[in-house]
């Protein structure tokens, strides 16, 4: 479609009506709009007639709210008699977008459910969008005992409500965007003015505003083409469905961004500590909240390495054993017939499959292939002789250490990291169980989120640890 120029000589036509037909001549810009629609079946071009006045109206019925559009325009239109009254009537509407310079850009807030309003000299669009995924739906990721229970909605207008509802600040600020793909589709940037990082907040927006992708269709697609590295493992900004997460991170000084039609917002910039954080550890008293990021720190050092270091002690360096507890791993592997990282191998495959799974299938049936999968088959492989009992307590360990990590796109990270471990292990054996946490360790020292060290660790207060940035 050729991106049609809006002039000043079009928006003071005067509508005028045939004196023979009495109908009523379209307006060339009007004309020109629905051009631009079409032919698109849900277009709607409607003049409203009366004694005094005549009114062009131009939407999209699909996405437009039939109920607000006949109570709020049509019934008041025919309810005054005079046009002044209802050009006055229709400025006063507090539903009324900025009206955009450009044909194209007219047609795209035509499309967002705005209402093309054309009478006379005065030209108007009305927002009155018929919003169908305004559900706000229950916390599925990152599901809590305590503290609140429901997530954000598909649409960005209930999330800001959330917001709005839960922090007031009059620092805080929703800045709108569009994303420059085929969608157009909504973005807001939600951050507190007075304590976001003004360098921060601006590599966010440079980021956004540069972005040269197709389609963009959730804030997951959003998070990943944000990534400044197209190949970086670990992320840089985090996925939250929770509007407590949101208001803590902005608290914090960082920038929310929301899609419209997805229930996820983006927090940028994070650290890696901050994906091992739940917002039930913000409910708990001190020493319990200790406790338990404690223990999940251990799952992480847990789900990382015992694979690898299983490898590493019993092919490798079994003295380091105590006697009876290297005889008892050494006959638990009697009539295994291959080495033990093939069957690490083998048990972690196995292992993600069934998460995998578990994942994907409905809730009444995935109780069940993890029943299967876990019980029965791993028993049977055990009397098989095709794993050890060990490997099979090694295993479940690090199954139930993996899920500990609260956010999920770390526990993917620290899933694809455990494999490589292994393979360093398999290859240099203890030294090189090592050197891959060694190099892993350089590899998130020198990662950043829009410009904050990765591994940066808040030993003094946070707010005040930034304020020293800045100075």
């Not at 965007?177 to 969608?183: A, E, R, T, V």
């Amino acid at each position: 479609m050729d991106k049609l120029k809006f002039n000043q000589r079009d928006q003071k036509e005067v509508i005028s009506v045939d004196e023979l037909t009495g109908q009523t001549e379209m307006p060339a810009y009007f004309n020109r709009l629905v051009k631009g629609l079409a032919p698109s079946a849900d277009i709607v071009k409607k003049t409203l007639k009366s004694k005094e006045k005549v009114v062009h109206l131009l939407y999209l019925k699909s996405v437009v709210d039939m109920a607000q559009l006949q109570e709020i325009l049509i019934k008041p239109f025919y309810e005054m008699s005079q046009e002044h009254s209802f050009s006055e009537y229709i400025k006063s509407l507090p539903y009324d977008t900025k009206m955009p310079t450009g044909d194209q850009e007219v047609l795209i807030e035509i499309t967002k459910g705005n209402v093309f309003v054309m009478m006379d000299k005065q030209i108007t669009l009305l927002e009155l969008k018929l919003v169908a995924a305004n559900t706000v739906q229950d916390a599925i990721m990152e599901p809590t005992i305590h503290g609140p229970q429901l997530g954000l909605s598909e649409s960005i207008e209930t999330n800001i409500n959330l917001i709005r509802q839960r922090y007031h600040k009059p620092s805080l600020v929703i800045e709108p965007m569009q994303l420059n793909d085929i969608s157009n589709r909504d973005i807001a940037l939600v951050y507190d003015e007075g304590k976001v990082h003004p360098g921060r907040l601006e590599k966010v927006r440079e980021r956004i505003q540069s972005l040269e992708v197709e389609l963009v269709q959730a804030s997951g697609d959003l998070q990943y083409y944000l990534n400044s590295q197209k190949y970086s493992l670990f992320p840089t900004s985090m996925l939250t469905e929770r509007p407590d997460r949101i208001l803590h991170n902005v608290a914090q000084g960082k920038v929310v961004i929301m899609v419209d039609g997805s229930p996820h917002a983006i927090i940028a910039p994070v650290v890696f500590f901050d994906f091992m954080v739940s917002m039930e550890d913000e409910y708990y008293p001190f020493w319990v909240s200790i406790l338990i990021r404690s223990l999940r720190y251990g799952g992480l050092f847990t789900c990382i390495t015992l694979p690898a270091l299983y490898v590493a002690v019993t092919s490798y360096t079994p003295d380091i054993f105590r006697t009876e507890l290297a005889l008892t791993v050494a006959a638990s592997r009697i009539g295994v017939p291959y080495p033990s990282f093939i069957e690490v191998f083998f048990m972690l495959i196995f292992i993600e499959l069934l998460t995998e799974a578990s994942i994907r299938l409905p809730n009444a049936i995935s109780a069940t292939a993890t029943t299967v999968g876990g019980l029965i088959l791993g028993t049977a492989a055990v009397e098989a002789a095709l794993t050890s009992n060990i490997m099979v307590i090694v295993v479940s360990l690090v199954a139930i250490s993996t899920f500990v990590i609260p956010i999920s796109e770390m526990s993917y990270a620290i899933r694809v990291c455990r494999f490589l471990l292994l393979l360093y292990t398999t290859v240099f054996g203890l030294a090189g169980a090592l050197l891959g946490l060694l190099g892993l360790m350089l590899y998130l020292v020198n990662k950043d989120s829009y410009g904050e060290p990765y591994l940066r660790m808040f030993w003094q207060n946070r707010r005040e640890e930034l304020k020293a940035d800045d100075s």
